[in-house]
């Protein structure tokens, strides 16, 4: 059973440019979770989603950050037009349905604004 | 913010039982202990999770006090593979919802 799959690993980008940042959950997992990662700092919580739904998105910039999870295929996180402080490791997790709780992770997706 | 409070740092010899403490005095009755550690900048890993009584898995034991408001997580042999940054995180178990991760324990394994 794979684990959660993150693309790319590794993602330069421009101020100004838009990333887009990937995750796969676990096969049999709905649930998925972004976090985000400041140099020298904790993790913080982005958003949480559903299939379909976005279920909190209470730790997300107001502006620039989206996310989505669709019917098919990953989740999405988008940031447009960076800045040099979205530099920062973004991690993933999922979890499934039903009994268990725990949120397993990516291994992250480290972002580079030049 | 995190609930819990952990020390900043620790060093253990290779080979002797890691303890790592976390103190949760305002924890609530619907609440679960968590730890995961962060190994190197790698993802978070789940290690093991406990309500009221001890838990052990695989990995390593969870200690909780009678009045719950604080743990210890022990790593019965440490080993250079378990330096990393331990977080303990409280939570409620009603089903999904965001991990708040604090600063965690730095434990550096010291052959």
């Known amino acids: 059973n794979a684990g959660v799959m993150q693309n790319p690993r590794h993602l330069v980008r421009r101020r100004g440019q838009e990333a887009r940042l990937r995750c796969s959950p676990m096969k049999g997992h709905s649930h998925v979770y972004w976090y985000r990662q400041l140099p020298e700092e904790g993790l913080k919580f982005m958003v949480y989603?559903?299939?379909?739904?976005?279920?909190?998105e209470s730790g997300m910039p107001k502006e620039r950050f989206s996310a989505e999870f669709p019917k098919e295929g990953p989740s999405i996180l988008r940031i447009q037009q960076v800045v040099r402080g979205d530099s920062a490791a973004y991690f993933c997790?999922?979890?499934?349905?039903?009994?268990?709780?725990?949120?397993?992770f990516g291994p992250g997706t480290r972002l580079t604004v030049t | 913010d995190a609930k819990t409070t952990q020390p900043t740092s620790m060093d253990c010899a290779e080979g002797r039982a890691a303890n790592l403490p976390c103190n949760h005095s305002t924890i609530s009755g619907n609440e679960y202990v968590y730890w995961y550690r962060q190994i190197h900048s790698q993802g978070p890993q789940y290690i093991i999770h406990?309500?009221?009584n001890n838990e052990t898995n695989e990995m390593a034991s969870l200690i909780i006090t009678e009045d719950r408001k604080s743990s210890t997580l022990i790593l019965p042999h440490a080993t250079l593979r378990d330096t990393a940054v331990y977080y303990c995180?409280?939570?409620?178990?009603?089903?999904?919802?965001?991990?708040?991760f604090g600063k965690g324990t730095r434990l550096s394994v010291i052959a």
């Open positions: 989603l559903q299939k379909e739904n976005i279920i909190d």
């Open positions: 997790a999922s979890s499934p349905d039903l009994g268990v709780y725990e949120q397993y």
């Open positions: 406990g309500l009221k």
């Open positions: 995180i409280v939570r409620a178990y009603s089903g999904n919802t965001p991990l708040v």
